[in-house]
C-alpha cells in the first residue's frame, strides 16, 4: 500500500481545455429579453434569447438561464428554420421512459438544477446550421410570496456574454394599489443603476432594465462574459378592507388577506439548540450571534423557555419566564456558553420543548417552538417516523413547530414532514457568512403574531385550497383560491372567523363586492387557483402514506399536465429537429441542497458537506457516498500506472445492488442472486428496481435513481481501460471528491508525463484536444491518501 501511494503521487491530471462558458467567437446572442407581467401578485416570466451561429459549421448552441424555485416552468420551445419546437409536459415516468430510451441510443438529457439558495437552472442545447440562427422561449409562472410587508420578484441575468439588445421589462398591475416599489439585487448597483427606468402610478408601475454592452461588464460579478446577477423588484399593496383583496374571473376566485390595523398577540416561545459536535465552529459561533438578536427582541409580555440538546437536554429554565430585563440579560449569559459536544437527540428535545408549552397555557397568546439542528438523530429514539408521531401526539394541533436545518447534511425531507404534521413550516438555513442574519431573518417572520385559529369560510364556493391556519403574522399574507359554485357571485359570500388576543373576531363586510375582472384575468384567477392547488397537494403528498398518498399524487399529477406546470411530479420533454437529442427536464424535490455554479475551468468548487469519498490507488479506488442515506457509492481499482485507467470498478446502490465492471464482464447482483452476467462487448440493456445498465459502443452506462454515470472503455496499445464520468448529478448534488467535483466539467486522464493532445472517449466523433498537466492535489485540493480504502 505504502509503494502505491508514492507512485499515484507521481500521477497528474490531464485536463481537457474545454470550458462550461461559450466561445463568443462561435456564436452571438443577438438579442436577450425578459418580460414578467405580475398581477394581483401572480407573475409570468418569459425569457427569449436570440441567437446566430456564426461559424462555417453546423455549432450545438445551449440555452441556459436560472430562474426561482417557487417557479413552475409551463412553456418552453425554439424556433429554427421558421419551425417551432414545443417542449410537452409528461407524466415523470412517462418522460423518464423517452429518457431512458434516448440514452440507448447515445443521446443525453437535460435537467433542471437547483442553484444556489433561491434559483434553479433550466439547461438544454440544440445544434443550429451554419450561419443559421434559433430562438429560445422560456415561460414561467410563481405567487409572489409575502414576506415582512413586501413582496419580491426576482430576475436573474446570466446571458453568458454581453449582448447588444438586452432588455428586462415588467409590468406590474395591482388593483388594490401600489403602496411602494422600490428596486434592489445586484444589477441595480453602480453604473447599472443608470440603465434602469421606474415609473408608478397608482395601480401600475412600470420597470425597464435596458444595459448597454459596456454597462454590462462593469456590475459587481460581471465581466467579459457579461452580466451574471439578480434583479429584484419588491412592492407592496393597499389594504383598505379588513377582509382583504378578493378577485373572480370565470367561475374562479383568489382572495388575499392580510389585515394590518390588529394588536400583536403576545407569544410563547420556546428555542430548542443543537449543540452536539457537528454544530461545533462557525455554526455554533453563529447561532450564539442570532440568539442574542433574538432575545434582544423579545417583547417584555412575551413568555420564553430556551433548552440546547446533544444526546442530553440542557435547561436555562425548566419552565417559561416572561422576558423581562433580568430574564433575558441570564438568558443571554446561558446562549454565549453553549458548547458543542456529543449526540443528537431531537426527539427528546423537541417533546421536552412541547412539554414547556403545555405546561405554561395562556389566555390571550400565541405559542411556537422553533428547532434548530444540523442534522439526523443519532442518540435516543432515531426512528424518523417514532419521532414524528411522539411530536405529533405531544403538540396535538395546539401549536405550531418551525424546524430551521441548518446546513446540506441535515435531513430536511424529515424536518419538513415533522413541521407540515404540526402546521409549521421549514427552511434551510445555509452554511454563509450571514447564517445568522438568515436565522434571525426566519424569526422576524414569526415575530409577531396577530390572529391565531384562522378559518377562511367561502359559502357558495367549492374545490379550495388550504382555509385553516393556525397562526397569521404581521407582514405575511393568506391567499385562498377555488371556485365559485355555478360561478354565482351573487350567492358567494366570503368570511374569515380568527381569535385576536383573548377574543373572537369576524370579518364579514356586508357591503363588500368579490370584483370581477375582464376576460384578460379568465385564465389567470385559474392557474392562480391551480398553482396553490398543486403546491398544497404535494406538500400532503409528503404528508400522507398509503391509498391516501397515491391519490393526493394522482391529483397532484393530472392537476400538472392540464397546466402544463413542471413539478417533482412532471418532466418536460424538449423535442428539437429530427436527429437531436431528447431532452427531458426534471424539477428537484422542493428542499433538495443546492448545487454548485459552474465556473471556469479551475476554479470550480471542489467539495460538498455530506459525502464519504474513497479511492483506492493501484488497485485502488474512486468512490463517492450521500451521508445521509448512503445510497450510491462507487470504487475503481487503477490499471497500470503507464494506461492511467481503471481495470475494475464496482457500483453499490441502497443496500441490495452491485455492479462489477471490467473490460471483459459486467455482473449485477441483487442481494445474494446473480441477475446478470455478461460480456461488455454485447451491445445490450438491462432494467432492475432502481438500476438500469446499458451497454453500447465504447461506453457503458449506469443509471442509479436520479444519479447517473456513464464508464468508458478506452483502448491505448491494444489494452483496455475504464474511466467513469458522472452524467448526471443527483437532485441533492449532495457530492464530493474526484468524480463528484469534477468529473462533469472534465475529461481526465492520470499519466506520468505532459502530453500536447488527448483524444475525448466521451464524444461521438472523438476529438483530439489540447490539454495540460497539473498535479492531482492542486486541482482536488486534498492529499490523494485521503482517498484510499481497503476494498472495492
Known sequence: MERAVVQVTLFGLLLVLASTLPNKDDWNIYSFHINSTVTSRYATTVITSRVANRMDDSKEIEFQVRIPKNA????????????????????????????????????????????????????????????????????????????LGKYELQIHARPMQPVKDFKVDVYINEKAGINFIDIKGGLSTNALANAITRTHADKQAWVYFYPTEDQQKTCDGCGEQGMNGDLVIVYDVNRDSSLGDIKSSAGYFVHHFAPSSLSRIPKNVVFVIDQSGSMSGRKMQQTRIALIHILNDLAEDDHFGLITFDSSIFHWKRELVQANKENLESAKTFALNINERGATDINAAVLEGARMLNAHPREGSASIVILLTDGDPTSGVTNLELIQSNVRRDIADKFPLYCLGFGHDVNFEFLEKMSLQNNGVARRIYEDSDADSQLKGFYDEVATPLLTDVTMIYNGGTNLTQTNFSQY????????????????????????????????????????????????????????????????????????SGPEKENVKKEALELSLKYSFVTPLTSMVVTKPLGENTDVLHKPKEGGTTQALPSPVGHRPLSRKGLKKRTRLQGHVVSYSRKQHKQLSVNGELDTVMNGGFRRIVIHFKTDLYVEVDTNVITVREGQTLTLQTSPKLRQSAYFSSLTVIRRDKEIDVGAGDTRMVIYIHEKDGVEFLWPVLRQQPLDNNITGIIGGYMTFFFIFLSFFCRANAVDYSIVSPPTLDCWLMSAESVLQRRLDDFIVTQL
Open 72 to 147: 413552475f416552468i409551463s412553456k418552453f420551445r425554439m424556433f429554427i428554420d421558421g419551425q417551432w419546437y414545443n417542449g410537452v409536459v409528461k407524466g415523470k415516468e412517462k418522460a423518464q421512459q423517452q429518457y431512458t430510451e434516448a440514452v440507448s441510443r447515445g443521446q443525453s438529457a437535460g435537467l433542471v438544477s437547483s442553484v444556489g439558495r433561491t434559483l434553479e437552472e433550466f439547461k438544454t442545447a440544440v445544434t443550429v446550421a451554419a450561419h443559421k440562427k434559433v430562438t429560445f422561449e422560456l415561460t414561467y409562472e410563481e405567487l409572489l410570496k409575502r414576506k
Open 473 to 544: 403574522y404581521n407582514g405575511s399574507e393568506i391567499v385562498v383560491a377555488g371556485q365559485i359554485t355555478d360561478n354565482d357571485i351573487e350567492t358567494f359570500t366570503p368570511q374569515v372567523v380568527a381569535i385576536s388576543r383573548d377574543r373572537r373576531v369576524t370579518f364579514s363586510e356586508t357591503n363588500a363586492t368579490v370584483e370581477y375582472t375582464g376576460t384578460d384575468f379568465d385564465s389567470h384567477i385559474q392557474r392562480v387557483w391551480a398553482y396553490l392547488t398543486v403546491k398544497q397537494l404535494l406538500e400532503k403528498e409528503l404528508l400522507f
